[in-house]
């Protein structure tokens, strides 16, 4: 079992912590170039920039919140098989 780790922008502080349990909703946009997927952390705490990989799992576990100038970035590690 490998965990890939995925970045997500989260817009308003505080909505979750390090170490809670993150659902992920996945939705897809076509492109040009092919089939793009992009996650929501359940309920709109924070979204996932697009990407061709799909994910096999849609739950994770928060490992870091990092703190930008007008957002924070949240790291979910999720196992995938």
Do not use: H, P
Request: net charge negative; aromatic share 8%.
């Amino acid at each position: 079992m490998t965990v890939r780790k995925m970045e997500f922008r989260m817009e308003r502080a505080g909505l979750i912590q390090e170490g809670d349990r993150a659902l992920l909703k996945e939705d897809s946009i076509s492109t040009m170039a092919g089939v793009m997927y992009y996650y929501t952390i359940k309920d709109a705490v924070a979204m996932s920039n697009n990407t061709k990989n799909r994910l096999n799992n849609l739950e994770g576990v928060v490992s870091a919140i990092e703190a930008k100038e007008s957002y924070w970035t949240v790291t979910v590690d999720i196992e995938e098989s």
